[in-house]
């Protein structure tokens, strides 16, 4: 009997070494003559487990981690026999990490051969797909908006409306526009989706395709990203062999492809404006708005532009229903939102979880606190844009409004972990060099005012006239917050007010800082 | 693995630049196809971009200039990105960066004299719950500590 051993593909189980662990494992088989096949899988997602690999068992697959190559001989061992092993984790569904999620759209992720139609259709995929082809355009948007989707990219504008809005425009052309461009720190949710699910994405992108009258849709991935490129290349390929992608998609009346484009790291690209006109070739300059992507956006027609993870909640809504998707969720944070744990965190990895859990029970339950032991002293959420909260404000709910109301965002649902050895000012001082690093230059407030701020901060750090240039400081955000054309320089200042405003007694000559640390 | 680049020929970039040329919005693409083939995007390809997309060469030389990922020169032999975002910082990667810089006697975004090693940030690979992570030669490393980092430092010298 051959044994099916799962191990991931995950450019994070590679980076811990997952590759040698397959190599090992196909070794290890050769030598004791036990027939195997290795299907390489997207990572399930519990980082500190990686590699983690698994094997088909009549009870299910059963999880062992984290293997090195050199162990690989020995779980092989326990594999064929059934028995223990110090690194077997059980039933990989008895998890309880895993069993406390609600993962809708990962449902398949590090379940599958990413490359595999037919794995993919074999776990529920391309029902979304069918029930759309059978709805049609208008029952797909009343479906998409009473979902309450709203934008996973972090600016969480309802998604049903935007679709609305590009399926009502006229135009001879129109196009998919899928932002794979995941710049923020400490987030890897768009990364993990692609390399381990990515007919996800790309069924999810088809139905909006169908939804508002596209036949042609990009995918604009960060070239940072070399595994999700190949990844979603190799599905693209896939889904058109199968007949997903191309003339008549699914038997259909419709046609759509898909195109992957790779971006060259530039992180303002992320801003959809910058990066529709990155599509066209031409460098990374925010577009002011109005006209919105939605009337005009790649070459000037009308655009549905989201983020990944946006398209890929879309085929669970198209196939369990819009109350299924809304049913999860509070308020006006409707679903569920796949949350990164990240930084100094002793279980990091991807939670997908209905909205409305609390930071604290994030961080300190489910993240199990600082990998270091130290105590966790800040956190940031939703990437470099995003603010950073004390344990103070552990009880916010994870939700769009709940964390606006604390002059945070969600973001992307990057949560970046620090203990008690992170100086503050330092992190303030990152955030603004970061932004005129990255800055497009299109708009005053963020090329300049970025600049200034970390040489004002600098003086700060020195001791110099600590409280004047404090005020420089708030000054400065506050016209980069309400002056600047994007989120570079508008959201540049959370972070920066945040850190003056939970933990100013980093902000001061360094012997202050230094003692805070001790 | 150790990437291996064509030398520049006028001929084999005019291949490569007319190859892409019908695409939609092609000028990232060719930069991108350039660079894989000679490791760089060789300065006399510019007018030739601009020629066949009707643009100026301005405008092609604004794209190349804006983008981090275009070299106007050949990197060292081996490319080491160090991701110095909030994650891997909050990991300790600023102490693993500084390390690296003094086992190389280079500053981040130099090459050493020698034209081996590359040393360059990035910000964010995504390997933020296996930080401080990095990459060499496009094969990504995780949980990196002092002596992973010297072990990768050596390798980044071979």
Redesign the interface.
Known sequence: MTLRIFVPRDAAAVAVGADDVAFGLGLAAARRGVDIEIVRTGSRGLYWLEPMIEVATPDGRVAFGPVTASEAGSVLDAMVSDGAHPLRLGLTGDIDWLRRQTRLSFARCGVIDPRSVEDYTGHDGYKGLARALELGSEAILAEVTASGLRGRGGAGFPTGIKWKTVAQAAADRKYIVCNADEGDSGTFADRMIMEGDPLVVIEGMTIAGIAVGASKGYIYIRSEYPHAVAAMNAAISAARRAGYLGPRIGGSSHDFDLEVRVGAGAYVCGEETSLLESLEGRRGIVRAKPPLPAHRGLFGKPTVINNVLSFAAIPFILADGARAYADFGTGRSRGTMPIQLAGNVRHGGLFEVAFGITLGELVDDIGGGTLTGRPVRAVQVGGPLGAYFPRALFDTPFDYEAFAARDGLIGHGGIVVFDDSVDMSRQARFAMEFCAIESCGKCTPCRIGSTRGVETIDRIRAGERVAENIAVVEDLCNTMKFGSLCALGGFTPYPVMSALKHFREDFGPAPTRLQAAE | MTPVYEPWDAARGGEIIAGHGHL??????I??ALQEAFGYVPEPAIPMIAST?NLSRA?VH??FT?????RRAPAGRHVLKL?R????????GDALAARAEARLGIAVGSTTADDLTTLEA??????????P?A?LD??????LDPARIDALVAEAQR
């Open positions: 939609e919005g092609a000028t990232l693409v930069l991108h997309l405008e604004g794209v804006f983008y981090p990922d275009f991701c975002a909030e994650a891997c910082q909050a990991a300790g990035v910000y964010c690979l995504g390997l933020c719950a296996t930080a992570s990459m496009g094969r990504p490393v995780g949980r």
